[in-house]
């Protein structure tokens, strides 16, 4: 029988890849926090701070000279510029402005292009998990095949080079990375690091390396596995500006690598987004020439409010190790007897507290909570007391 003669209903027309698509488990569990009052949402991975003044100003003082045209679709090169300055000072790898650097709305499009640009249907693509919940969608709508590697509390949440080779098929074309790491604040040192570049140079693995939260280390060297020999040329790096410099509205990330890589990225890039918002690159311009004075300040005021929550957590019986990096705290509720999904319904209908329950980051998240504190120290205060009152009563 023709399956066209069978179509009628608006969702018969969804492409099947799609409509299996399962909904983000953060933004599901946020719809049960609308409209309840007096919540303290530890939920939304966004940083407290304002963005800094100097930057919102560059953005006004662009819009008033009239900077409100399409710029190339590479991106301005005075950004692309000052980012090939800034991933060569801090990263230790130097890229051409010209010809590997594209600016993109936010990282999220920069991991889309890169995994588009570079899978054929049904490559296989490995990830640590637990993970940023766009991970294995990002790979399924680029018709490729998610492969996701546990990663355990008692290694620090880092991905072991072992437990990735386990997963490895002939199938096997990409690494994602993503240290430090959303939602568990796990990162890597350079052994570590140096075992999985061995084996993707050895079974031929692009590696997709994700470095938001760098500059949120609090401890030790942050070191990207795209500066480690023979790296450079089969790495593609991701980096933004949502995080580091509080500019999450902005929408501006960027991707550095190959030439032949990053024009396949360009291509799609102009005929989807054609460019980044010049306002928004104007600031990021901004951001990178005068803003390392921020990071500083605002990473130390995280840095005093994970000591706070996770010898919080400890206290009352939540095991949970203290991230090296990012803003997130990665308890472990299995003590309670509950699973993560009723352990963090209970808590918000009970005190009123919203955290993130750890399988929103896929299976291997299950028995935990993710707990972001980019929140003020009194409201963090107030949902810690709210949240030792309910594992009390359990």
């Not at 399962?22 to 926090?33: A, H, K, T």
């Not at 604040?185 to 075992?195: K, N, V, W």
């Not at 993130?356 to 972001?372: H, I, K, T």
Request: hydrophobic share 40%; with cysteine; proline share 6%.
């Amino acid at each position: 029988m023709n399956n066209r003669a069978n179509r009628g209903a608006p969702a018969d027309f969804v492409a099947r890849h799609v409509r299996e698509l399962p909904r983000s488990g953060i933004r599901e569990f946020f719809d049960l926090v609308q409209g309840q009052p007096d919540v303290i949402s530890l939920g939304v991975g966004e940083p407290d701070f304002v963005t800094p003044w100097h930057i919102r100003e560059a953005a006004i003082y662009a819009l008033e000279r009239g900077r409100t045209s399409y710029t190339s679709n590479l991106g301005l090169l005075k950004l692309r510029e000052a980012i090939s300055r800034t991933v060569q000072r801090r990263f230790g790898v130097t890229y051409d402005p010209r010809r590997e650097v594209l600016v993109t709305v936010g990282v999220s499009e920069a991991l889309d292009l890169a995994l588009r640009a570079v899978l054929n249907p049904g490559d296989e693509v490995l990830y640590h998990e637990p993970c940023y919940v766009s991970y294995s969608p990002s790979v399924a709508l680029a018709h490729g095949v998610p492969v996701p590697v546990p990663c355990l509390a008692e290694d620090g949440f880092a991905v072991r080079a072992e437990a990735i080779a386990a997963r490895l098929t002939p199938r096997s074309r990409v690494l994602v990375l993503n240290f430090p790491t959303n939602p568990t604040g796990g990162t890597m040192d350079r052994a570590g690091l140096e075992a999985v570049a061995e084996l993707a140079r050895r079974h031929q693995l692009l590696v997709i390396t994700d470095e938001i939260y760098s500059e949120l280390t609090f401890e030790g060297e942050h070191v990207s596995i795209a500066a480690l020999p023979g790296m450079r040329e089969r790495t593609i790096f991701l980096h933004g500006f949502s995080k580091a410099y509080a500019m999450t509205g902005f929408r501006i990330g960027y991707a550095c690598g190959p030439v032949d890589l990053v024009e396949a990225m360009m291509k799609i890039h102009q005929y989807s987004m054609l460019c980044a918002s010049i306002t928004s690159q104007e600031a990021a311009t901004e951001a990178l020439l005068h803003g390392d004075p921020d990071i500083a300040a605002m990473r130390e005021s995280y840095r005093l409010r994970r000591n706070f929550i996770v010898d919080a957590f400890n206290r009352m019986g939540l095991t949970c190790h203290r991230p090296r990096g990012a803003f997130y705290a990665f308890p472990s509720i299995r003590a309670t007897g509950l699973d993560s999904k009723t352990f963090a319904v209970r808590l918000l209908r009970e005190e009123k507290v919203a955290c993130v329950p750890g399988d929103a980051f896929g299976p291997s998240g299950e028995g935990y909570l993710r707990c972001c504190f980019a929140t003020a120290q009194d409201r963090l205060e107030e949902a810690v007391d709210r949240m030792a009152r309910f594992v009390q009563r359990l």
